[in-house]
């Protein structure tokens, strides 16, 4: 039987790739500087995530996905993330600031890690959040809200539908942008250097293909979680049957 296109995406790079890295870059340590660390790349990882999840559920990127994805599922593992208001937030300062510039907009949002008493807290008026808690949060709401939600025949067959164009989307890019730019690009003058006793590794990379992915609260509130304790042990797989 066919892999679908959703079944592809969702296993391939989802599963396999992004709930990984996440789970990596939660358990990096903290610069004895206190400055650095993983706090960025995983707060924006994260927000990658909820934006690509959301889309595939409700056919709408950007915003709309993001909100989609945020208010139906990432509040259900808390209820701080109802807080009105708050997915605009992280979507105008946290999404758009660390893409585009590398920092968090302002200084209304303070990221920090592993530091769960201080998650979703306001002092100073600055809101502070754990990014560890934050990712352990969205792989906690993927796991016991997204997929769940797919068992409803109509839900995963418009998931199943707008997987395809989203994958359509990416391929028609790849052809326009791609291809056009890498043939133009000096051949190698032959393989790539690596040691005589290791091989070129098998999943390097993380692309998506014609038929899907290639294998390769306010202040003084403390932060309550109907389920996730802290940040996803990395040393344990992520089972999505469990």
């Not at 995406?9 to 990096?28: E, I, Q």
């Not at 509040?75 to 992280?90: C, Q």
């Not at 890690?113 to 709401?141: E, K, N």
């Amino acid at each position: 039987m066919a892999i679908s296109g959703l079944d592809h995406l969702l296993h391939d790079y989802v599963d396999l790739y992004l709930m990984p890295d996440l789970a990596t870059m939660a358990a990096a340590p903290v610069p004895e500087s206190g400055r650095g660390g993983m706090r960025f790349p995983l707060a924006q990882t994260v927000m990658a995530g909820i934006e690509l999840l959301g889309r595939l559920e409700l056919g709408k990127g950007k915003g709309a996905g993001f909100q989609c994805y945020w208010r139906r599922h990432l509040a259900s593992v808390a209820d701080v993330y109802a807080t009105p208001g708050l997915d605009d937030l992280f979507y105008q300062l946290v999404r758009h600031g660390i893409a585009h510039t590398t920092l968090a907009k302002g200084s209304d949002v303070r990221l920090v890690m592993h530091r769960i008493d201080l998650h979703l807290r306001v002092w100073d008026g600055s809101l502070y959040v754990d990014c560890a808690q934050l990712a352990a949060d969205f792989r906690l709401s993927y796991k016991q809200s997204f997929l769940p939600r797919l068992e409803d025949a109509f839900v995963r067959q418009a998931a199943e539908e707008n997987a395809g164009r989203f994958i359509d989307e990416v391929v028609q890019a790849a052809a326009r942008y791609g291809a056009a730019t890498i043939a133009k690009m000096p051949p190698m003058a032959g393989p790539p250097m690596w040691p005589a006793d290791s091989a070129m590794p098998a999943d390097s990379y993380v692309s998506v293909g014609a038929t899907g992915p290639a294998a390769p609260a306010g202040p003084g509130a403390s932060y309550q979680s109907t389920g996730a304790t802290g940040p996803v042990d990395p040393a344990e797989p992520f089972d999505i049957d469990r």
